[in-house]
C-alpha cells in the first residue's frame, strides 16, 4: 500500500462498515456487487488493493448468527412447543436474511479496521 498524501477528516471505521462506504472518505461505496470489492473508491481514489478479509467475516457471521437463531429457536421451543413445521419456516429464512446482511457488513468493517490500523501481511526482518 502505498503512502497516503492526502488530508481526509478521520472516518469511525463502524459507520464505515455499517453503510459498506470508502474507509478514507466515507463517501464512495465499497463494494461493486453484493460482497465483490471495488478495485478503488470512486470519490477519493483510494486502492484497495491492501484489503484482504478473508474468513474472518464468515467466521464472525457463523458465530453470532448462530448464537442468535439457536438461542430463539430454543425459546421458543421451551415457551411456547410449536410444531416442527414452524421452527422451519421461522428459522431457516431468518437465519438466510441475516448472514447475508451480515456477512456484507462485518466484510466492510474488516476492510475499514485494516485501513484504519494500516494492517499489512506480516514480514520477517533478515537484515
Not at 478473508?54 to 429457536?73: E, K, M, Q, Y
Amino acid at each position: 500500500m502505498t503512502e497516503d498524501k492526502a488530508l481526509f477528516p478521520p472516518v469511525d471505521p463502524v459507520r464505515a462498515g455499517l453503510s459498506c462506504t470508502c474507509p478514507r472518505c466515507g463517501q464512495g461505496k465499497l463494494f461493486d456487487g453484493f460482497i465483490k470489492l471495488r478495485p478503488q473508491c470512486r470519490s477519493c481514489g483510494l486502492d484497495y488493493s491492501f484489503a484482504d478479509a478473508g474468513d474472518g467475516p464468515a467466521v464472525f457471521v457463523i458465530l453470532i448468527i448462530g448464537f442468535v437463531v439457536v438461542g430463539l429457536a430454543l425459546w421458543t421451543e421451551v415457551n411456547y412447543n410449536p410444531p416442527f413445521w414452524l421452527h422451519f419456516l421461522l428459522w431457516i429464512p431468518l437465519t438466510i436474511g441475516l448472514s447475508l446482511w451480515l456477512l456484507r457488513v462485518l466484510k466492510a468493517l474488516l476492510i475499514a479496521l485494516q485501513y484504519r490500523n494500516n494492517a499489512r501481511q506480516g514480514e520477517i526482518d533478515r537484515g
